[in-house]
T-cell receptor, first 114, second 112 residues
């Protein structure tokens, strides 16, 4: 079945550690996105990518980094510079660069601090 | 600036009744709108979308209404079922932009 796979489902980070969240899609979508969701809140955009080897900062990019070496993969690294990383992280993808097209979401990774 | 908000953070309805979830948007340049349903511990699930050249669009048990005059979006769910309990988000896409702006969400609870 086509879809978006995020892994792991739960992740724990120690102080000063970088962690990488995986996002893979087999929908052949051009655009991919990373969002952060805090309890009782909406989604805030971290980074997005419309094509391979290109990506743009979203509204809350500080403390995060991404890469887009393959069309189907868009990993997110939460660096030690992100002082409040505990949140639910959601990856999404869409067709045609994303404008005026629905985004399809994975089931998220919940990141906590040890 | 860009913002999408909701009139009510929580909504409780009786099973079998109709539900109406509202959303206000502030950017008159937005030309595409989506409703998502998010169940606990899962990612948002696409429900229905509408473009700014339409006022109404219907799906299975759901209807989205768009009032561009007052910049208001609503989601109507007919004959609500227990499985409709979730948080519902609206999102807007500004013309020419490559990203969605999400509202804060409304939690819908279905009472038996």
């Amino acid at each position: 079945d086509g879809g978006i796979t995020q892994s792991p489902k739960y992740l724990f980070r120690k102080e000063g550690q970088n962690v990488t969240l995986s996002c893979e899609q087999n929908l052949n979508h051009d655009a991919m996105y990373w969002y952060r969701q805090d309890p009782g809140q909406g989604l805030r955009l971290i980074y997005y990518s419309q094509i391979v080897n290109d990506f743009q900062k979203g509204d809350i990019a500080e403390g995060y980094s991404v890469s887009r070496e393959k069309k189907e993969s868009f990993p997110l690294t939460v660096t030690s510079a992100q002082k409040n990383p505990t949140a639910f992280y959601l990856c999404a993808s869409s067709n045609y660069g994303g404008a005026g097209q629905p985004q399809h979401f994975g089931d998220g990774t919940r990141l906590s601090i040890l | 600036g860009e913002s999408v908000g909701l009139h009510l953070p929580t909504l409780s309805v009786q099973e079998g009744d109709n539900s109406i979830i509202n959303c206000a948007y502030s950017n008159s340049a937005s030309d595409y709108f989506i409703w998502y349903k998010q169940e606990s511990g899962k990612g948002p699930q696409f429900i229905i979308d509408i473009r700014s050249n339409m006022d109404k669009r219907q799906g299975q048990r759901v209807t989205v209404l768009l009032n561009k005059t007052v910049k208001h979006l609503s989601l109507q769910i007919a004959a609500t079922q227990p499985g409709d309990s979730a948080v519902y988000f609206c999102a807007e896409n500004m013309r020419g932009a490559q990203k969605l702006v999400f509202g804060q969400g409304t939690r819908l609870t279905i009472n038996p």
